[in-house]
């Protein structure tokens, strides 16, 4: 079936499942860090990332046409995780959550367009 989807779609399965797996990785990264990579708020934003994240590759993989809404959320919320991530400084690990967010966002803005 995955064959029959269109290949802009799957890449964008891909970079969902890739920020899922990030955001969680990263948030246990962040509770070992503490100060303000365990603040509740960028934590819970992480959290948020990953399941919309999900649901969005779960739309895309059921076919269902509502994929164009959770995408469009998935974009936004995921600029946001970047963001925050970003703030980090530089710090590895959290830019490389934040460049699967980007990458997710964009894609995810693309499916939703």
Known sequence: MAS??????????????????ACIETV????EQGGAHADPAHLALMATCADICRTSADAMLRGTAAHVHTCRACAAICDLCAASCESMGDDGTMQR????????AASCARMAA
């Open 4 to 21: 029959e989807r269109d290949p802009t779609m799957d890449e964008c399965i891909r970079h969902c499942t890739d920020c899922h797996a």
């Open 28 to 31: 246990q990264y962040c509770l």
């Open 97 to 104: 959550c934040a460049q699967a967010c980007r990458r997710c």
